[in-house]
């Protein structure tokens, strides 16, 4: 009597394996989701208290007056985050070290400064100077790092003596007349104040984050696979890239409703995208949170400690030049006042709410870019209710507070859960 051959894949085995196979794509989906808890648990936040906070300042504003979250009002604010954002940029680069440069204000009046009398005073070609805006920019950096690196001298020390320095030579520059007004109908002045993205690209451009989490997911998905290492549920991925493409398209065409989103605001993110591809895929940037985290360890490694500080104290002071450049644009004049009052402030305070370390180790462009969103709001929203300039000092001080705090016992909880 013959046997009926038996068919592999239809054993009990074989269906157990399938069954196995289920509960674990099941299973890695729930991990993911667990994975996130328990980040949030061991201390690591990410932008979570920012974007929570953002949300929570919009729905106040807006019910305190509509006005806030009309559309060109809010490209309004997206003009005047593009300005001390790029700084905040710079500002990140120092903290992510452990360090601060408290003369990014100063650096960015100085910048404005020159520009103005090399641009109309003297009559040179706006692209000379802004080019030698720049290099002046690099100039202090270097300066900070030698002094830094070489004698000793603590940042802190150096930046603040620099505050003071470059504020007098903004006021030298400028002479007795104080302010010098910038041509209004120029292409600088126009980037500054009125001109604004094509809606059609503006839409193309929200797609482009999108897609490049679907594709950074097919190749982390690939490499992880060669070396038979788990991977992410690909669903997941897709989900997270349409989530975000459609909360990108909608507030593009929510802005478009009113002037449209700004090319100053998107040299802004531009130059973040940039910096955040170079903290995070580059041998510089790996160099960057080694120094941050262990100075010692990073030298011992190998790493040019010297020359990490030196590039970030020049990045530093370079993006606060281009800082100083927007703000004239946007202001349509160099004058005294330039870099002055809570441009140093809002600066430190967009890196730090935004989720960057004050001690070092931990940081991200896209810190700034939240942050200043988070400072621009709240300034913009009490300027809506006709509130003083000294309460938004006060709020601001005490979300800055909040943020440090936030910080300190995420740091606290990160240590104590890796003793654990």
């Known amino acids: 009597m013959s046997q009926k051959p038996i068919n592999p894949v239809n054993t009990p085995a074989a269906a157990l394996d399938r069954s196995d196979e289920r509960v674990r794509h099941d299973d890695s989906v729930m991990a993911m989701v667990g994975a996130f808890i328990d980040r949030v648990k061991s201390g690591d936040l990410g932008m979570l208290p920012v974007a929570v906070g953002l949300i929570a300042i919009s729905l106040v504003f807006s019910v305190l007056n509509p006005i806030f979250l009309a559309p060109n009002n809010l490209v309004n604010l997206l003009f005047d985050c593009a300005t001390v954002g790029v700084i905040s940029l710079g500002i990140v680069c120092v903290l992510m070290l452990g360090e601060i440069d408290l003369s990014v204000g100063s650096m960015s009046g100085l910048s404005s400064a020159i520009l103005g009398v090399l641009w109309v005073n003297n009559g040179l070609p706006f692209a000379v100077a802004i080019i030698a805006a720049i290099a002046a920019g690099a100039l202090v950096g270097t300066i900070y790092a030698v002094l830094f690196n070489r004698l000793g001298m603590p940042s802190f020390v150096a930046t603040l003596a620099?505050?003071?320095?470059?504020?007098g030579m903004q006021l030298y520059i400028l002479g007795p007349t104080g302010s010098i007004?910038?041509?209004?109908?120029?292409?600088?002045?126009?980037?500054?104040?009125?001109?604004?993205?094509?809606?059609w690209l503006s839409y193309l451009l929200a797609l482009i984050p999108g897609a490049a989490i679907v594709v950074k997911g097919i190749r982390t998905r690939k490499q992880r696979a060669a070396v038979n290492l788990s991977t992410q549920p690909?669903?997941?991925?897709?989900?997270?890239?349409?989530?975000?493409?459609?909360?990108l398209e909608f507030a593009t065409y929510y802005l478009n409703l009113g002037r449209g989103i700004p090319w100053m605001f998107g040299l802004f993110v531009a130059i973040a995208v940039v910096l955040n591809y170079a903290l995070t895929r580059t041998k510089w940037g790996r160099s960057m949170f080694a120094v941050g985290g262990n100075r010692e360890?990073?030298?011992?490694?190998?790493?040019n400690v010297r020359?990490?500080?030196?590039?970030?104290?020049?990045?530093?002071?370079?993006?606060?030049?281009?800082?100083?450049?927007?703000?004239?644009?946007?202001?349509?004049?160099?004058?005294?006042?330039a870099g002055t009052g809570d441009v140093n402030l809002n600066a430190i305070a967009a890196a730090v709410i935004g989720g960057t370390s004050?001690?070092?180790g931990r940081g991200s462009a896209y810190s700034a870019l939240l942050g200043i969103i988070v400072i621009q709001a709240i300034s913009n929203g009490l300027t809506l209710l006709n509130l003083s300039s000294s309460?938004?000092?006060?709020?601001?001080?005490?979300?800055?507070?909040?943020?440090?705090?936030?910080?300190?016992?995420?740091?606290?909880?990160?240590?104590?859960?890796?003793?654990a």
């Not at 007004?181 to 809606?199: D, E, H, T």
């Not at 360890?297 to 790493?303: K, S, T, V, Y």
């Not at 500080?309 to 005294?336: D, E, P, W």
């Open 162 to 167: 620099g505050l003071l320095a470059l504020l």
């Open 307 to 337: 020359r990490i500080y030196l590039s970030a104290f020049v990045l530093c002071s370079t993006l606060a030049t281009i800082g100083g450049i927007l703000s004239a644009s946007r202001l349509a004049s160099s004058s005294q006042q």
């Open 234 to 247: 690909f669903a997941a991925t897709v989900i997270k890239a349409i989530v975000l493409t459609a909360a």
């Open 181 to 199: 007004n910038l041509p209004y109908a120029s292409s600088l002045v126009r980037f500054g104040q009125i001109l604004v993205m094509p809606a």
């Open 391 to 419: 309460l938004r000092y006060m709020i601001t001080g005490a979300v800055l507070a909040i943020a440090v705090i936030v910080d300190s016992l995420a740091r606290r909880s990160r240590v104590s859960h890796g003793r």
């Open 358 to 360: 004050l001690f070092g």
């Open 297 to 303: 360890a990073a030298r011992r490694a190998g790493i």
